[in-house]
């Protein structure tokens, strides 16, 4: 079950400065760099898919992300070199190390999750074309930073050897369809560069608050939450990776109107509804043309009607009003089910980051204001004693006033 000392570990990406020896812009936190890296994933697994007919394993792909981002936070931000060095020569002892370190978190949160994931750093067969995706996805997204801190570094002293590293590394993955697409410079590689905005987009923005984090740092913490949520409540393999996906992609939107905070959708009746049909229309028109028409469904049923339990019956989307008619009806499905989703608990899970998020600074760094306090208030008394779909998430936030 997900707890506070889990949720509190993720969020020490948000303080892990990528590049911080190099003259760069804000938005270069790992937590970042890993949220991007996932969104540049599914554009991976997709092409790998539709070009070469591959068949992927999608919650391996959401599993293997977390478990490379859970790996990363523990190891912090040991420059590229060194840590490929280190992996190379001591990489099963600095795993071992790291297994330890995670250990008492993961086992309290999901300790078959935890056994997967030693197997996932120990075994060199465990899911190859799962891992060669991620790595093409990890070398992509920094490949998008270092493009941008290029132009403030040329010039100083070894700039020019970390480009090269970095393009031979993407070199011997351009055996993926979608490596060989990004290469182009079309499209897919601006699609890649929108949603790379999402770096740049503050939550909180009328707020101070450290750490900061961004749209795009959010939305994976809400996918990781989702994916152990789906876990905990049995969910099927592709379940949980819907949930996760929609979780990552369900703020996708926003790199096209911004983020508009709750109280402002609230203060006018039918305002949200208006700002969900803009968010539709834009979406259509500045985001879809950039990936093939075939992703154009999947896009949309992740990004609309993103908090409905909902699923696909002989191909038709059906909404759900609650979790527990959701539940019902797959216990006796009417046709051929796909893509279920728990949006109430996704929903869920996007309140609770939201939480954390004001948590952290007021409580934890002692940074606060009146729109933090009450964002705290209002969620920890929405969710007093609630339950959704099997997950206590009043259990949760007790955890947290518990240490005010």
Known sequence: MLNKAFIEFLYEAAHIQRWN??????????????????????????????????????????????????????????????????????????NQWVFTELEPLLTSVDPAFFKRMQQYFDDPDYYPLEKKLLSAAHYLATQWEFNIIYHFNQGIYGVEATRDAIANEIEDHYDLAGVQKLALHGKTSKFVDLVGQLRFQKRWAQSPRVPETSVMGHVLIVAILAYFCAVQIGADDERAANDFLCGLFHDLPEVLTRDIISPVKRSIRGLDELIKQIEKEQVAEKLLPLLPASWHQDINYYTENEFANKCRVDGEMRIFTTEEELAEFLRKPQGRVTKVVDGSILKGCDHLAAFVEAYLSAVEHGITSKHLRNGMEELSTMYRGKVIGGVDFGKIYAEFQSHK
Do not use: C, S
Request: charged share 25%.
């Open 21 to 94: 020896d190099h003259i760069r812009p804000g938005g270069f936190t790992e937590l970042d760099k890993q949220a991007h890296k996932m969104m540049i994933l599914y554009v991976l697994a997709r092409y790998e898919e539709q070009d070469h007919n591959a068949q992927v394993n999608w919650k391996i792909l959401a599993e293997g992300g977390i478990m490379e981002f859970l790996h990363r936070i523990v190891l912090t931000d040991i420059k590229p070199p060194i840590f490929h060095e280190l992996m190379r020569v001591h990489g099963h002892e600095l």
